[in-house]
């Protein structure tokens, strides 16, 4: 890791200390520390009232019980949480994960994250993240149902469309907005669409929505390759996970040119070096929810699968690696390997992919890095452009709807290097994105009082 300003050391060891067993959100904010060093030596005023050591601690943590009835008659129980990170900015916003893995400290790692993140879009949304350690793998549409119902029963009393509006993440997709919604709209008797963005088109969801992170990624990393003179065309591209995120990733990749050559899940990766054919991926995960080896087994010639413990999906020569999965899913390793395999352009698509070793490597061998707080924002933008179509009860076009998210990439890359350049880093985008969205968080924190 990288070293924190001596200024910024007390302030990285009380969080440590306060927040015990939660290496992820260590990792992310000792991440956005080492960036402002650069800030506070030019503008010793953000030390002042406690700023930093504010934005470092929630607004607001609750965590709760969600019991729900199984399709054998049995109880069960999970744990379920909602981390209201920031709202200088507007509402807290940030997406809802369901994954066995989820804990607090994960939670609040996204959070944090996710403060960061909105504040680059330039929309009026503060951040926040939620989830539970449910499980969705193996449940019957009927177990998912009564488990977001519960879920709501208990999370709606801290929602609202001018408090906290959740949406997707790893897990939660189409069905499970639309189960928590339905669930949200009994509980208060109102059709607050505004409360949960991701919904589907036919209730006041936003077209382009589905494959905005996904997109966004794509036009982050073109932005970084046009500053060298290239593009898509021809590419080797490999892409980590086959959900939402790696799909539309893969998608739009294609669109530009490029070749997807390899995607997995938690079981291992397939590689298809004639390209991923998108429409038998999309049925095998999206309608079947299948694991990714039945690709492999559907495409027959050409295609084969490595399960998870023979190696990792970075093993494929690329020139564009473009990770979708999950935290800390890309090594130091894997980076060398990358590296040695001639990489010349990272996009995370996911949230904190890379370890910090992971990211060195790439610094230090000048491949260009995007990253998920900045490449990974087009989610949560296109969110706010459907609380826009709610609160205007308005609906646009898929074109008018891309081109917004097109412009708001553009401007979030171009906002990184132009920050990077200032602040003496040129090309370091994960400098420039720690550094613009801190500014405009504490800026508005700044004015609001000690609150
Ligand atoms: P999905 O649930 O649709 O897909 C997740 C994919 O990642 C699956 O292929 C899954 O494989 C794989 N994966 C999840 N956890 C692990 C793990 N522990 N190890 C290996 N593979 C794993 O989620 P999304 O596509 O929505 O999210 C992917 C990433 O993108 C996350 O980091 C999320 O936070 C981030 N993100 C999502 C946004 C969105 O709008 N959805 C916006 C911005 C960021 P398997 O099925 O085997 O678990
Ligand atoms: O990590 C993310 O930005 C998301 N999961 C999307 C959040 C949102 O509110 O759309």
Known sequence: MN????????IFSEVTRRNCGEPEFHQAVH???ESLGRVVAKHPHFLDQALI??????????IFRVPWVDDSGKVQINRAFRVQFNSALGPYKGGMRFHPSVNVGIIKFLGFEQTFKNALTGMPIGGGKGGSDFDPKGKSDGEIMRFCQSLMTELHRHLGEYTDVPAGDIGVGGREIGYMFGQYKRLTNRYEAGVITGKALAYGGSRARTEATGYGNTYFVQAMLQTKGTDFEGKKVVVSGSGNVA???????????????????????V??????????????????RERISEYAKAKGVGTYFISADK????????????PSATQNELSGKDADT???????????GANMPSTPEAIQVFQTAEVLFAPGKA??????ATSALEMQQNASRDSWTFEQTEERLATIMRNIHDTCAATAEEYGAPGNYVLGANIAGFVRVAEAMQMLGVI
């Open 375 to 380: 490449a990974n924002a087009g989610g949560v």
């Open 311 to 322: 190696g990792s999906v970075w093993d494929v020569p690329c020139d564009v690696a473009m």
């Open 338 to 348: 990358l590296v040695k395999n001639r990489v010349i352009a990272v996009g995370e």
């Open 247 to 269: 799909i539309y990733t893969i998608e739009k990749v294609q669109s530009f040119g490029g070749k997807v050559i390899a995607c997995s899940d938690s079981s291992g990766y």
């Open 53 to 62: 050591e504010r934005i470092c601690e929630p607004e607001r943590q609750v």
């Open 3 to 10: 070293c924190i300003d001596e200024k910024l050391q007390p």
């Open 31 to 33: 991440e956005v520390l």
């Open 271 to 288: 590689v298809d070096e004639g390209g991923i054919d998108l429409e038998l991926l999309k049925e095998v995960k999206d309608v079947r």
